[in-house]
């Protein structure tokens, strides 16, 4: 049997692409593996009428929405290996189901990698954070920090230090001296030595330890992560792919549509930045683009 769409990944880009496709009456298939990306987080914010949530319970919810629509699947499964057939997609499942598409939605998100500095990833979306807009009114006043990864690290610096007192730790990196000069007329603290590890009791954060023995007080780290596609899907189907500044990206245009006909891409994987707000945006773009195709062909 061959389903109008499959979507691939059912959090915040897949759901809502799901919703409204199951609105439009479509045969969908959501083949989700239950990882989403931001579920290290105890709490998600900005999300209209959702702000605080639990990330989990927001997509549960949102799932228990979908039950509504008697042509949406949901199938909790991973797809493995994708391929391209006549009129359409292929994909295998780790069950060794195989479920087809006329047309398909890669929706399944990204894989966060830190810089192995010890205490990082135990704090990883709690006091180790990646987007002041999600997490920084919580800690704002308090002692942040942001740990330079690249020269864009002077921007986030900058940006930081709305929400609080901020220390551009270098980590053994070295800045120019129009950027220093820049950061200490914003009030930024510039920290050259290495980070030996971040400590803290439990997920809390209370300094960042210097590799000369010194420690930093800290309540808040900032990072910028380097992210890959947390699936090889997409290129096995032979999208195009580039490097972003923060990582890996599938091209897509403003209607979501990938390099390949008929597949197309939303969420994370497809733009930056990252927020539940935008993913959910995506997702209803890639699902009007993808209902107008199957209409108008």
């Not at 979507?7 to 990882?35: C, H, K, P």
């Not at 987080?41 to 209209?48: K, V």
């Not at 940006?159 to 800045?175: H, K, M, Q, S, V």
Request: hydrophobic share 45%; net charge negative; glycine share 10%.
């Amino acid at each position: 049997m061959q389903h109008d769409v499959v979507i691939v990944g059912g959090a915040f880009a897949g759901l809502a692409a799901a919703t409204y496709l199951g609105r439009a009456r479509r045969d969908v298939v959501v083949i989700d593996a239950g990882q989403p990306r931001n579920r290290f987080a105890s709490a998600s914010h900005g999300f209209l009428g959702f702000d605080g949530s639990a990330p989990r319970d927001i997509l549960a919810t949102a799932r228990g929405q979908l039950v509504a629509y008697p042509t949406v699947r949901m199938i909790e499964d991973e797809a493995t290996s994708a391929s391209i057939e006549e009129g359409g997609f292929s994909f295998t499942l780790a069950s060794g189901e195989t479920i087809s598409s006329r047309l398909a939605i890669l929706a399944f998100g990204l894989s966060d990698r830190l810089d192995p500095v010890p205490g990082l990833w135990e704090r990883w979306g709690k006091t180790v954070l990646h987007c002041p807009y999600c997490h920084g009114f919580e800690f704002a006043g308090q002692k942040l920090g942001v740990l330079y990864r690249r020269p864009a690290s002077v921007h986030q610096a900058l940006l930081i230090a709305e929400w609080g007192p901020t220390t551009l730790y270098l980590n053994g990196a070295t800045l120019d001296a129009a950027d220093a000069a820049t950061l200490r007329k914003r009030g930024i603290a510039i920290e050259p030595a290495p980070l030996q590890s971040v400590i803290g009791d439990g997920p809390q954060l209370t300094a960042a330890v210097l590799e000369d023995g010194r420690e930093s007080p800290l309540d808040a780290l900032y990072v910028a992560p380097y992210s890959s596609l947390a699936s090889p899907i997409a290129a096995e189907l032979g999208a195009a792919i580039e490097e972003a500044p923060l990582g890996e990206i599938v091209i897509t245009d403003a209607e979501r549509k990938t390099t390949v006909p008929g597949l197309y891409a939303a969420g994370d994987i497809a733009h930056a930045p990252h927020s539940v707000s935008l993913a959910v945006a995506d997702g209803a773009t890639a699902a009007l683009s993808v209902h107008r195709a199957l209409v108008f062909g």
